[in-house]
């Protein structure tokens, strides 16, 4: 745990701090690394009635409970025209340019930047589906290209004069197979052209990204960052998914990703990824990720607990981190979207009652991830499978809506930190308090071997911050009985 064979080169306690999770200390080649998080959902959610807390427990608005805990950057997805003709909203948070809007704003105003995903359709775009909005019908390519470009204008305009700080822009979402109902390379192409020439007149300092999944099709992928080289397309940032259940390893991720950062010196981004703290269910309606379908293909490193998604979202941070200067930054996906009515421990018509509530909820305000509205758009899946959140056990707030210890993950990462139950005095990390720890104590002093974080947490005795030869007296006092400074188990 602790041992290293090179020496300190300076005599100080790591920096870690103590907290209900652990997390390795991450060195950011970028300082301005993006610690984003996508809360798309998350206006209908609070239209549903659903409110947030701090992990204190205290009610406060989920942009600043974000930001104290370090995110820095808000991702927002925009369809064009995600409702019927009455008016009834296709579900998925009915995530329009209104309530992008509102995000917007209320990121700015918690010091966060936004990341406009534009999907170019009027609901849930992916390698499945790129279908165009309805308004875009038989429309030709090139005049697609000028409603793609007047659609990000506008927007992109209307975001920033209600005061939202847009930072970033995807042109398409997941387009690894098209965007807009366009699946020819050349017209792909001149799509994404007319969408970054919209950024750049819009403000010629935000980024354009263009976002692909599957990176475990390793040279698929790179194909993709040839394919636009080879097309002329001036884009800024290369983007992927990273779902750890299916999109292959951290170091395939990192190989990927480097391929378009050193080849065509592009930034580079995780724009999703997700990770499950629970198994459980909470508002009656089947997660993506359960007990019966969480690891296909894949042997997951991490534990289904707060302190495994935390380390997950750390790792993946590390993953691009790896990648070098040109390595920008992780979103989260959707990490709010929790029950709107919590069903845990229920069961027969108490359970059935509180479902019947729940799916009134999601087709009045669109927070399930589609309503039966959808059906006239996306017939074969939504239509048929409508219902609510598939990921709220992937979020980082309880079915209560209180933050959970994984949330500081985000701050966290910069300082590392130590668990709570790390014990007092066990330098060396073998869970006692024994003389083996003041020698290792002093060892780091003579700069023969350096402690890690938790071990350096564990030795600084007297929680001055610094490691001395105080620390390792105390012990020898405590073992001798000559000291009650300094109690081992109350210190736990
Ligand atoms: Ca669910």
Redesign the pocket.
């Given at each position: 745990m602790i041992l290293s064979a090179t020496a300190a080169s300076a005599v100080s306690r790591p920096a870690a701090v103590r907290r209900d999770i652990a997390v390795r200390k991450i060195s950011f080649n970028n300082p301005e690394f993006i610690r984003g998080m996508d809360i798309s959902s998350v206006i209908s959610l609070e239209n549903s009635g659903v409110s947030f807390r701090n992990a204190e427990g205290e009610a406060e608005d989920i942009f600043k409970i974000l930001s104290d805990s370090g995110v820095n950057y808000i991702r927002v997805r925009v369809w064009n025209n995600p409702y019927d003709k009455d008016k009834n909203g296709y579900g998925g948070g009915n995530s329009d340019l209104e309530k992008a809007k509102i995000i917007g704003r209320r990121a700015a105003e918690n010091g966060m930047k936004l990341l406009v995903d534009f999907h170019y359709s009027d609901f849930w775009a992916d390698p499945a589906k790129q279908q165009e909005p309805k308004e875009w019908k038989n429309l030709s390519v090139s005049e697609k290209c000028e409603k793609l470009y007047d659609y990000t204008k506008t927007s992109l305009d209307a975001i920033k004069d209600d005061g939202g700080d847009v930072g970033m822009v995807q042109i398409g979402n997941e387009t690894t197979t098209g965007i807009a109902g366009e699946y020819a390379t050349s017209n792909v192409a001149k799509l994404y052209k007319s969408g970054i020439k919209a950024v750049r007149d819009f403000d010629k300092n935000a980024l354009t990204a263009i976002h692909f999944t599957n990176p475990e099709r390793t040279e698929a992928t790179k194909d993709l960052a040839d394919m636009l080289s080879d097309n002329q397309v001036d884009y800024d940032v290369f983007a992927v998914s990273y779902y750890p259940y299916w999109h292959g390893s951290l170091e395939n991720l990192t190989d990927v990703l480097s391929y378009a950062a050193k080849t065509y010196g592009k930034y580079v981004m995780v724009a999703e990824t997700s990770y499950a703290y629970t198994l459980d269910?909470?508002?009656g309606?089947?997660?993506t990720v359960s007990r019966w379908a969480n690891n296909e293909g894949e042997n997951l490193l991490w534990s289904f607990t707060p302190q495994g998604q935390a380390e997950e979202v750390r790792d993946v941070m590390n993953a691009v981190n790896n990648v070098g200067e040109k390595g920008l930054g992780v979103f989260y996906w959707e990490g709010a979207w929790i029950t709107v009515g919590d069903t845990t421990n229920l069961s027969g018509s108490e359970y059935n009652n509180r479902l019947t509530e729940n799916k009134k909820l999601w087709e009045s305000f669109g927070s399930g991830w589609a309503s039966s509205k959808s059906a006239e758009y996306d017939p074969d899946d939504a239509g048929k499978y409508y219902g609510?959140?598939?990921v709220?056990n992937q979020t980082f707030f309880d079915s209560k809506g209180r933050a959970l210890p994984s949330l500081e993950v985000f701050k966290l990462v910069k300082t590392g930190s130590v668990s709570a139950d790390v014990l007092s005095g066990d330098a060396d990390g073998d869970g006692a308090v024994n003389i083996n720890d003041a020698t290792v104590i002093q060892l780091h002093l003579a700069e023969k071997l350096t402690l890690d974080e938790a071990a350096g947490y564990a030795a600084d005795i007297d929680r001055n911050g610094e490691l001395n030869i105080n620390d390792a007296s105390l012990i020898q006092r405590y073992l001798a009985r000559l000291s009650t400074e300094f109690e081992v188990n109350t210190m736990r």
């Open positions: 269910d909470s508002d309606h089947a997660n609510g959140s598939a709220d």
